[in-house]
């Protein structure tokens, strides 16, 4: 791999690149879907190949291909200087970037088990153990269980120096019940929906997550939600489970931090964002208890890497600290917009055919104090909602709703009843200003976010945001 990073970036100065990077990237994948006792789904895929980023004349110009012959090595090089100087053409400024140490290195993810390893039969065995216990109700109409396994091997050689190479492993699991009956519809997923939990680790998550254990609460909550009173509308207190206040983070706070959005790269596509540099480090954006930490470094985290596609190492720091807006996330392009003179290491790709760009890290709610039952007591009159069900959020990040899978009303520190199709709305400031109470750390999951969308062509990423369940005082819930 050596010999072919050299080549491209040799070809690339000698057709004209000030800059230059190359990323080769192996990426394995396995995904296996049950359905109703049944196989749905069975893939197995393994791709190789490279994409090559260059700035020429103060613009950028990328190409990519499956083949990672020598010849077609030049031949893709060659054609990213040719796109950049046909792309400066057109340019208004030119593209400027952080200077940044280099580094010659190897990280790995940690894991215990290679889940590509384990027999195919074993994880089949334990989905269909596991919808056979949802489906021992006749009301569970349909049963889905998943588990899904990547792992990516990339390097990646710049014309600074760099020479790093990376194994990242990602191992995901989980599960949903569909109950119909009485003209309804309700589902129930453990221990996430929309696949379930993803960690950065090996088949050793799939023993953690306790799959079985759960399976049978988890047809109970679904059947019992078909008979569950609505969820009631007005102004009380939210308490947010820790899956759904993940996706609360990663749409109101992780989202609007990315600082190209800032400055309008996704305004025809996914909107801007209200974090606007006029607020940068200034601007109340939660209550004071409100801390909330960007790792690329933390354990099991999806964004959790040695280095990022800029080559940039991970790092850690404040996105919002004792309520106050006080970080944004960069690549070595768009930190220079703001006067700093160093990446955040937030620059992914979508695997070696996409350009990389400004992406989420793991961005986590730092724990409080409460115990979650010691939090219920004190709540007067709200409702606690777990699991997200949907979403949605405007241009600008600041008006969302929503829903979730299920929720129980609280009174006078009681939880009195079950309901069923929660929801609520807010504004993001105000609504993170809202926040006055947080659980503390053995209450804290890292969770994944494994099907993240952006850019043009689109793009997947993945990042996890950490959380433990809290408190948001007088929220609008339900629909009137």
């Known amino acids: 791999m050596k010999e072919l990073i050299k080549l491209a970036l040799d070809t690339a100065s000698a057709r004209g690149a000030s800059y230059a990077d190359i990323r080769i990237i192996n990426t394995k994948n396995e995904t296996i879907q049950i359905k109703n006792g049944r196989t749905a789904t069975l893939n197995h895929s393994d ?50 970037l952080t200077r940044e140490e280099t580094y010659v290195d190897l990280w790995t993810t940690p894991y215990l088990i290679d889940p590509f390893q384990v027999p195919l039969e074993e994880k089949i065995g334990l989905l269909m153990k596991i919808d056979h216990i949802l489906r021992k109700d006749k009301r569970i ?41 009485k003209g309804d519809t309700q589902v129930r997923s453990y221990p996430s929906s929309f696949g379930g939990q993803y960690v950065s680790m090996g088949y050793e998550l799939i023993n953690n997550l306790k799959l ?17 009173p609505p969820c009631p509308s007005g102004k009380m207190d939210l308490i947010l489970g ?35 540099t006029e607020k940068y480090k200034n ?52 930190a220079l917009k703001i006067c700093e003179n160093k990446s955040r290491g937030c620059c992914r790709a979508d ?14 709610l ?28 405007d241009q600008m990040r600041l008006n969302f709703q929503f829903g979730c899978e299920i929720g129980w009303e609280i009174k006078n520190g009681k939880k009195i009843r079950l309901v069923k199709n929660p929801t609520y709305q ?36 993945e990042m996890s945001h950490g959380t433990s369940p809290a408190r948001f005082k007088d929220v609008n819930i339900g629909i009137k």
């Open 47 to 96: 791709t190789l190949g490279f994409g090559i980023r260059v700035i020429a004349n103060g613009a950028w110009g990328f190409a990519c291909s499956s083949k990672t012959d020598r010849a077609e090595i030049e031949k893709i090089s060659a054609l990213a200087v040719e796109i950049a100087q046909a792309s400066a053409l057109l340019k208004i400024d030119d593209i400027q």
């Open 141 to 181: 109409k349909v049963a889905l269980g998943s588990m899904s396994f990547m792992r990516e091997h990339q390097w990646l050689g710049t014309s600074e120096g760099s020479l790093i190479e990376q194994i990242l492993l990602r191992s995901g699991a989980g599960y949903s019940a569909y109950a119909v009956g």
């Open 212 to 228: 079985l254990e759960n399976a049978e609460q988890i047809r109970q909550e679904a059947v019992m939600l078909l008979s569950a």
């Open 242 to 276: 820790g899956s759904q206040l993940a996706l609360q983070i990663h749409e109101s706070v992780s989202h609007p931090t990315e600082l190209d959005r800032v400055f309008g790269t996704e305004e025809s596509f996914a909107g801007r964002s209200f974090a606007t």
């Open 283 to 334: 601007f109340q954006y939660g209550s004071p208890i409100v801390n909330l930490i960007a790792d690329g470094t933390v354990p099991g985290g999806l964004a959790t890497v040695g280095y990022d596609d800029d080559g940039v190492r991970a790092q850690r720091w404040p996105i919002v600290k004792n309520g106050i807006f006080t970080g944004y996330q960069t690549n070595r392009e768009f």
């Open 351 to 364: 695997g070696f055919g996409a350009i990389p760009m400004v992406r989420n890290n793991n961005l986590s």
């Open 366 to 393: 730092m724990p409080g104090a409460w115990k979650l039952n010691d939090l219920i007591k004190d709540t007067k009159h709200g409702i606690l909602m777990e699991t997200n069900k949907s979403w949605s959020i």
């Open 426 to 461: 807010g504004i993001t400031p105000e609504f993170w200003n809202s926040c006055d109470a947080i659980c503390d750390d053995q209450h804290w999951v890292l969770w994944g976010v494994a099907s993240c969308g952006k850019g043009q062509p689109p793009q997947t990423a």
